[in-house]
Nanobody, 124 residues
Framework: QVTLVESGGGLVQAGGSLRLSCVASGRTFSNYGMGWFRQAPGKEREFAATITGNGGFTYYADSVKGRLTISRDNAKNTVYLQMNSLKPEDTAVYYC?????????????????WGQGTQVTVSS
């Protein structure tokens, strides 16, 4: 069993930055590929970013590429999402997720464990 707890969300003006954190408890963190997903009001949850267990490979949705950066610190059991140049359309609840096996995935159903989400609101 893996428990994920996100933090770092909040209200920010367009063009600003936030860093989300997700702390995992449970088994060996490096055995899990990690992902960040987001759900905007009235929309389905969508993929944002993913990272391998050793942090050596990352992949992003086109909508966030160049502005959001996923990273991890396995010694701290933590995955991060650095968010720069934020836009109002980035407003959403952001979820971190863990999948069994240290590889990446953009597919929601491949992730077994989910955090409770953290709200990010970008004002124009």
């Amino acid at each position: 069993q893996v428990t994920l707890v996100e933090s770092g969300g909040g209200l920010v003006q367009a063009g600003g930055s936030l860093r989300l954190s997700c702390v995992a408890s449970g088994r060996t963190f490096s055995n899990y590929g990690m992902g960040w997903f987001r759900q905007a009001p009235g929309k389905e949850r969508e993929f944002a970013a993913t990272i391998t267990g050793n942090g050596g490979f990352t992949y992003y949705a086109d909508s966030v590429k160049g502005r959001l950066t996923i990273s991890r610190d396995n010694a701290k059991n933590t995955v991060y999402l650095q968010m720069n140049s934020l836009k109002p359309e980035d407003t959403a609840v952001y979820y971190c997720a863990a999948r069994s096996g240290p590889i990446t995935s953009t597919i929601e159903r491949e992730y077994r464990y989910w955090g409770q989400g953290t709200q990010v609101t970008v004002s124009s």
